[in-house]
Structures are given as structure tokens and as C-alpha cells.
Antibody
Framework: EVQLMESGGGLVQPGGSLRLSCGGS????????MSWVRQAAGKGLEWVAT????????YYVDSVKGRFTISRDNGKRSLYLQMNSLRVEDTAVYYC??????WGQGTLVTVSS | QAGLTQPPSVSTDLGQTATLTCTGN????????AVWLQQVQGHPPKLLSY???NRPSGISERFSASRSGNTASLTIAGLQPEDEGDYYC???????????FGGGTKLTVL
């Protein structure tokens, strides 16, 4: 069974940093491109970042370029999102996902003073 | 980033068939097809199909996807009360180098 499990969310002040993690199991982790997608309360889904299966390609939505970094460690079957210079508008539930496998349960990031 | 177009809401009778649509362009839906997701209130999105009509294991055959040009469709047969929720489409956009999402369709089973 495919499982994706996020962790690392929490409350952080504007300008602060947070690192999200996502562990994958039940599939060949290093064969799949992975993404982070977020959802603000009561809103739709917004793509954040995507990384190639071997980490050679990375793509970001314009609003997080220069602030967020996606990475992965295939040996640990883990996906990461380093978030710096956080803004109030980054507040959302963050999901890790694979386009043809599924989504995790999400982790809540709240940016507030 | 520009998004895909979905009707905000669809209502269909219990036991009937609902068809949801998602319109994009040649760079996204028309290029690699769409992914369909179901989100029930308070739960994470659930993958229903990818690359037009590939269903992950465990997804009911009542859910079937298709595509005609730049418009993708999700058909749900024999509607059940548990099918109520928000349905999102998504596609990789080759010109934007990123995923684009539709605004979601709220499905109500009457």
C-alpha cells in the first residue's frame, strides 16, 4: 500500500523558517517525481514545487521562488521542503504528492505573529 | 500561474450519473491529460485517476475519466451519498513548467 506521511508543520513568525519532511513507503521511491501542494483554509489546491525522481530537476511556483527549496534523499525515501522568509500568506496545509500514486495526510503551517 | 476551468458546482440525483469537466489548453490537459482528485470535507485529496483514465488500485470502477482535446471529463456512475465532495483536476503545464489546478467542482448528490 502506498503511504506518504508529512511532518514538520507548526506555528512560525513572519520571516521565520520551517522544514517539512515527507516519508514514502509501499512504492519505489526513487522512480517517482514528487511534489508539494498546499491548501489554505477554505480554498483550493495550489502547486508549490516539484522535484524529479533523481533530484536533477526542480520547479517552483513564482510566489515561493528564492524562498523555498525542494529536495529529496532517495536513500531515506524522504522528500523535503525548506521554507525560509515565511509570510502570512504561506499559511496552509502542505501535502506531499506523487501524480500517479497519491497524496499524504498533510501538515499544517501557520505563519503568524 | 493560470489555472484550469471547472464548473463551481454540479448536482445530480442519487443513483444517477454525474459528469464533471475540466478545460485547459494544448500545454496542459491537451498535452498529457489530467489528474482527478476527490476531497471530502476535512480529509486530504484522494487520487482518482491520472493520465486520462488510469485508476490507482482501490478506486471504484464507477469513476472513469476521459479526454477530448483540451477538455478532460470525470464520470461518476451510480452516485452514492459518499461521493459528495469537492473534485479537482490538475495537469502538468509544459509552458509554465509546473502543475496547474482547477478551482474545484462541488458535487452534491440529491
Amino acid at each position: 500500500e502506498v503511504q506518504l506521511m508529512e511532518s514538520g508543520g507548526g506555528l512560525v513568525q513572519p520571516g521565520g523558517s520551517l522544514r517539512l519532511s515527507c516519508g514514502g513507503s509501499g512504492f519505489t521511491f526513487d522512480s517517482h517525481w514528487m511534489s508539494w501542494v498546499r491548501q489554505a483554509a477554505g480554498k483550493g489546491l495550489e502547486w508549490v514545487a516539484t522535484i524529479a525522481n533523481d533530484g536533477s530537476e526542480k520547479y517552483y511556483v513564482d510566489s515561493v521562488k528564492g524562498r523555498f527549496t525542494i529536495s529529496r534523499d532517495n536513500g531515506k525515501r524522504s522528500l523535503y521542503l525548506q521554507m525560509n522568509s515565511l509570510r502570512v500568506e504561506d499559511t496552509a496545509v502542505y501535502y506531499c504528492s506523487s501524480a500517479n500514486l497519491g497524496w499524504g495526510q498533510g501538515t499544517l503551517v501557520t505563519v503568524s505573529s | 500561474q493560470a489555472g484550469l476551468t471547472q464548473p463551481p458546482s454540479v448536482s445530480t440525483d442519487l443513483g444517477q450519473t454525474a459528469t464533471l469537466t475540466c478545460t485547459g489548453n494544448n500545454n496542459n490537459v491537451g498535452h498529457q491529460g489530467a489528474v482527478w482528485l476527490q476531497q471530502v470535507q476535512g480529509h486530504p485529496p484522494k487520487l482518482l485517476s491520472y493520465r486520462d483514465n488510469n485508476r490507482p488500485s482501490g478506486i471504484s470502477e464507477r469513476f472513469s475519466a476521459s479526454r477530448s482535446g483540451n477538455t478532460a471529463s470525470l464520470t461518476i456512475a451510480g452516485l452514492q451519498p459518499e461521493d459528495e465532495g469537492d473534485y479537482y483536476c490538475s495537469a502538468w503545464d509544459t509552458s509554465l513548467s509546473g502543475w496547474v489546478f482547477g478551482g474545484g467542482t462541488k458535487l452534491t448528490v440529491l
